[in-house]
Nanobody, 122 residues
Framework: QVQLVESGGGLVQPGGSLRLSCAAS????????MGWYRQAPGKQRELVAT???????NYADSVKGRFTISRGNAKNTVYLQMNSLKPEDTAVYYC????????????????WGQGTQVTVSS
């Protein structure tokens, strides 16, 4: 019913920048919060940043001041601008749509994208 498609990952040198994009499609009525999570090899998935439909954002301490999350005008897209990247930012980055309602249903659910690889290395 709802699909999330991420793009923008890749290989970048330390200190470089990348911009991730995520577009949600399907019979969407509303999405409360969209966010980015990441999972490095051998580690648990962790929150990177989230932003509500009212544009209230939240960041992990490890990325504050370096990453910026934003939502598109249609509110079904979310971006993550990543600056001053470090090798420890290397991970698969996943887009999340939280408390999503689809047309014709009163229920809410969370959805995940397939992930995009970000590698920071010289």
């Amino acid at each position: 019913q709802v699909q999330l498609v991420e793009s923008g990952g890749g290989l970048v040198q330390p200190g470089g920048s990348l911009r991730l994009s995520c577009a949600a499609s399907g019979s969407i009525f509303s999405i409360n919060t969209m966010g980015w999570y990441r999972q490095a090899p051998g580690k648990q998935r962790e929150l990177v940043a989230t932003v509500t439909s009212g544009d209230r954002s939240n960041y992990a301490d490890s990325v504050k001041g370096r990453f910026t999350i934003s939502r598109g005008n249609a509110k079904n897209t979310v971006y993550l601008q990543m600056n001053s990247l470090k090798p420890e930012d290397t991970a698969v980055y996943y887009c999340n749509a939280e408390n999503t309602r689809v047309v014709g249903s009163p229920f809410r659910a969370d959805y995940w994208g397939q992930g995009t690889q970000v590698t920071v290395s010289s």
